[in-house]
């Protein structure tokens, strides 16, 4: 079975950096798509990056020029560069996947920004 872990979280001060790691067990890597989703405490789960199986990615407008996702297909995972980090990318961050009609999700990585 697909299995999403995501790692990397923290907390981080305004203006840092920080990269979250995705691997990815059983079948399925890789996927058609793949990529992140956050979600504050009491907020919508919202998306953030997507990366399809040819490479082409696409990114929401709050956090283009400042993330960049990446894959490396021989480990198996997916990464999320974060840089230039302000306090409103406070979020547990989910990675996601889809393969056909599946679609899979991580446990998510708690990511905290100060100030």
């Known amino acids: 079975q697909v299995q999403l872990v995501e790692s990397g979280g923290g907390l981080v001060q305004a203006g840092g950096s920080l990269r979250l790691s995705c691997v990815a067990s059983g079948r399925g890597f890789p996927f058609n798509f793949m990529g992140w989703y956050r979600q504050a405490p009491g907020n919508q789960r919202e998306w953030v990056t997507t990366?399809?199986?040819?490479?082409?990615?696409d990114y929401a407008d709050s956090v283009k020029g400042r993330f960049a996702i990446s894959r490396d297909n021989a480990k198996n995972t997916v990464y999320l560069q974060m840089n230039s980090l302000k306090p409103e990318d406070t979020a547990v961050y989910y990675c996601?996947?889809?393969?056909?009609?599946?679609?899979?999700w991580g446990q998510g990585t708690q990511v905290i920004v100060s100030s």
């Open positions: 990366i399809t199986s040819s490479g082409s990615t």
């Open positions: 996601h996947a889809a393969l056909g009609p599946a679609r899979f």
